[in-house]
């Protein structure tokens, strides 16, 4: 992929988002890995044409409360057997995320023999831009990874794409496993597909949550 066509599969992403924050900045100097004065320009224009569809605090909100929807849709599919539910979600005040966070959104146990435990990422999407979806930040699917390997619980990203977070359009229930990078086509998501309003099962033989 040319640069240009990074850099506006980037911004177009941005802009889908609402708003441009400093964790997005960075996830551009990694993918584009321009100088810092070149950088800070696309920045300014980014920014000015988001200034156009509405504030920042609005979208903040909106993304908020899509965010938080869409975990409650997430537990609304699993099965009322499935024990010792705890979902965190992610920490907002005035806007601001709590990093002190690490955990996945949602984790729950499973007592057969044993007991097993499974988390869920949980990430609206509004929209795609060419056919391709930005998952999550590098240091995200990082910490995810750590958390992973620390507790040997597994991990699955429920990402949710247009509609609402109440509803979305779509849905996908990903192993942490088969996310390699931030960004990920269409294709590559179809296999992990939903159906929506379905129940969620976690099959302890194979690892997978379908």
């Known amino acids: 992929m040319e640069m240009n066509d990074n850099i506006e599969l980037l911004k177009k992403m941005a802009m889908a988002d609402g ?20 950088m800070q320009v696309l920045f300014e224009q980014i920014e000015s044409e988001l200034e156009t569809v509405q504030s920042e605090t609005e979208v903040i909100d909106w993304k908020r409360k899509n965010g938080l929807d869409f975990e409650k849709y997430i537990v609304s599919l699993l099965p009322d057997n499935y024990q010792n539910l705890r979902w965190t ?16 959104d949602v984790i729950f146990d ?9 988390a869920i990422e949980c990430k609206f999407k509004m929209s795609y831009y060419k056919d391709c979806l930005f998952v999550a930040r590098k240091e995200q699917l990082d910490r995810y990874r750590d958390f992973q390997e620390k507790s040997e619980m597994p991990v699955f990203l429920a990402i949710g794409v247009g509609g609402s977070g109440s509803h979305p359009e779509e849905l996908f229930i990903v192993p942490l496993n088969a996310i390699k990078f931030p960004i990920a086509t269409k294709k590559y998501m179809e296999k992990f597909s939903k159906k929506l309003d379905q129940k969620l099962f976690y099959h302890v033989k194979s690892r997978n949550l379908h």
């Open 89 to 104: 979600g992610d920490k907002f005040v005035d806007g601001r995320f709590d990093e002190r966070n690490k955990q996945p």
């Open 110 to 118: 499973i007592e057969l023999n044993k007991v097993y435990s499974v």
């Open 19 to 38: 708003v441009l924050s400093e964790n997005e900045k960075n996830v551009f100097r990694e993918v584009l890995d321009l100088p810092e004065s070149d």
